[in-house]
């Protein structure tokens, strides 16, 4: 079954600086991945997914994210943050034997950015 | 487009009394639809996988008696929590998923319940 590590529960970084956020998965099989940002007392909205095709996958407001096979990772980057992307990010992983069906997520990352 | 819509956005219970919650996809058709959980500062959970027109699906560990689930359209789905309890409280979040469209799931706003 596969699985998805956030290992970072939080991340501060200042506005304008860049920010990663890592990702891990667990799979055996062909996968899916995704990144969702979820803002306080809302559901989550898509920034980005990858399904095949390039590793280097760009989304919504200026985020993107690399598919890494053998490292298993799929980290979501963004070269230049603002106030405005405080939220938590869940990065999503969904497989093949499922159908690509079911969504497992991460335990998410908290993004805090101060001025 | 693909806007999913979830009533109530809160609601407030005493124990021993069950909830509605309603999801609905207002601008697309959904023949699959899914439940989850989300506890305080937690991760989704996936409780279980609604199809239009047939029972639902549920993960191990819930409760399919307690969270009953009625897909009857392909535009909304029901999620009833019978005889709830305090431990019920959370933070249920639907998601629909584009017909047709591979693994594309769109999310409702989510429904804060809490039970007293």
């Known amino acids: 079954a596969q699985s998805v590590t956030q290992l970072d529960s939080q991340v501060p970084v200042f506005e304008e600086a860049p920010v990663e956020l890592r990702c891990n998965y667990s799979?055996?099989?062909?996968?899916?991945l995704f990144w969702y940002v979820q803002y306080p007392n809302q559901g989550l909205q898509l920034l980005l997914k990858?399904?095949?095709?390039?590793?280097l996958v760009k989304g919504i407001n200026g985020f993107e994210a690399e598919f890494n096979k053998s490292q298993t990772s799929f980290h979501l980057r963004k070269p230049s943050v603002h106030i405005s992307d405080t939220a938590e990010y869940f990065c999503?992983?969904?497989?093949?034997?499922?159908?690509?069906?079911?969504?497992?997520f991460g335990t998410g990352t908290r993004l805090l950015v101060s001025p | 487009g693909a806007v999913v819509s979830q009533h109530p956005s809160r609601v407030i219970c005493k124990s021993g009394t069950s909830v509605k919650i309603e999801c609905r996809s207002l601008?697309?058709?959904?023949?699959?639809m899914f439940w989850y959980r989300q506890f305080p500062k937690q991760s989704l959970m996936l409780m279980a996988t609604?199809?239009?027109?047939?029972?639902?699906?549920?993960e191990q560990g819930v409760e399919k008696d307690k969270f009953l689930i009625n897909h009857a359209s392909l535009t909304l789905s029901t999620l009833t929590v019978t005889s709830a309890h305090p431990e019920d409280s959370s933070f249920y979040i639907c998601?629909?998923?584009?017909?047709?469209?591979?693994?594309?799931?769109?999310f409702g706003p989510g429904t804060r319940l809490t039970v007293t």
């Open positions: 998601s629909a998923r584009l017909q047709g469209a591979v693994n594309e799931q769109y």
């Open positions: 799979s055996s099989v062909s996968v899916y």
């Open positions: 999503a992983v969904s497989e093949m034997n499922t159908g690509f069906q079911k969504l497992v």
């Open positions: 609604s199809n239009e027109g047939s029972k639902a699906t549920y």
């Open positions: 601008d697309f058709q959904a023949t699959t």
């Open positions: 990858y399904l095949s095709g390039s590793t």
